[in-house]
């Protein structure tokens, strides 16, 4: 089954990897604007549905309105692409706000510059959440567990330790009462997983889509959408700059934002031409991405959304403590 969505994004684990793969190298990212008064913005992706405001805003002349040429090239995980955006390989580059707020808390400074994907205001109030939700946590066909309060002392696997998953599961288990510290956390592969799933060798099964659909079909049953229910709504994925890029080329990256909101608004309202140019892009059957759930391209960053991760970071323990952070994180339009 092919791998693709958000599930790179989920393997993303808290330190700063600083291998790239199939991604440019150049010694000046945001050189000179070219001869035409075009700038040149090197952006980091990672493969996402998502990505698909990014070619809209190419094909659709945003970019270009506001003098800009952008070049995508593909970074093997978010910390791969912070740490090139961060050492000014990339102009700007795709990581969610875990990956993020990790790389905050080492003293790596960023600055947020768009919204790249995330949930709607209304999302919490879908009656099934697996609509606006890519993400499940699943146990077997038999499995006497209903609810995630149940799986305290149980065996869930995830992707990668201290990753997406395993924070917003462990919210979950939390918030119904349950201790995510007396969980046996395992990691397994998506495909290993729901096979293990099926066999019962594991309790539960952290898994974003495809991968949900195929669990489900084996009679698994949803008792969580982690994604949703931890970050409630607002932007997830981010598109950030280094603190110095972000200095230096602060009215190109504002230029950039202008463009990805303008695409974002564009691929809300035009869902299915969105989902047909991120099927060319990943590479993944329109199918596939039709049948997963809702994507949604926020067109602002609200410093609230992001201080609540922050918070549920340091609640669980995943971060030592809060990441002072202010208004001034956000690269804003003055």
Request: aromatic share 4%; with cysteine.
């Amino acid at each position: 089954m092919k791998l693709s969505l958000r599930s790179m994004a989920l393997l993303a684990v808290g330190s700063l990897t600083l291998s790239m793969a199939a991604c440019s190298t150049g010694n000046d990212p945001a050189a000179a604007p070219t001869p035409g008064g075009s700038t040149t913005l090197k952006v980091g992706t990672i493969g996402l549905t998502s990505d698909a405001a990014i070619e809209l805003a190419k094909s659709k002349g945003y970019f270009k309105e506001e003098g800009l040429t952008v070049e995508t090239s593909v970074v093997a995980n978010p910390p791969a692409g912070v740490a090139a955006a961060q050492s000014g390989q990339l102009d700007l580059t795709y990581t969610p706000s875990i990956p993020m707020f990790n790389a905050l808390s080492q003293g790596v400074p960023l600055k947020i510059v768009a919204a790249a994907d995330g949930y709607s205001d209304e999302a919490m109030g879908k009656s099934d959440l697996t609509l606006v939700d890519d993400t499940a946590l699943i146990v077997g066909k038999d499995s006497p567990i209903a609810s995630v309060g149940e799986l305290e002392g149980k065996t869930i696997s995830v992707p990668a330790r201290k990753a997406q998953l395993e924070v917003t599961i462990s919210r979950a288990v939390q918030q119904a009462g349950g201790d995510p510290t007396k969980i046996n956390w395992i990691v397994l592969d998506f495909s290993s997983a729901v096979q293990s799933l099926k066999q019962g060798r594991i309790d539960a099964a952290g898994l974003v889509a495809p991968f949900t659909s195929k669990a489900v079909a084996d009679g698994g049953k949803v008792v969580s959408s982690p994604g949703v229910e931890f970050f409630e709504k607002g932007a997830v994925g981010l598109y950030v700059a280094g603190e110095s890029t972000a200095t230096k080329k602060a009215e190109q990256l504002r230029a950039f934002a202008r463009a990805i909101n303008k695409a974002n608004a564009y691929a809300n309202e035009n869902h299915d031409e969105a989902l047909e140019v991120a099927a060319k892009l990943t590479d993944t059957p329109l199918e596939v991405l039709k049948n997963s759930a809702l994507t949604f391209w926020p067109t602002e960053v609200r410093l609230a959304d992001i201080q609540r991760v922050d918070t549920r970071l340091a609640e669980l323990g995943f971060l030592p403590k809060e990441v002072k952070i202010d208004d001034s994180l956000i690269l804003g339009d003055k």
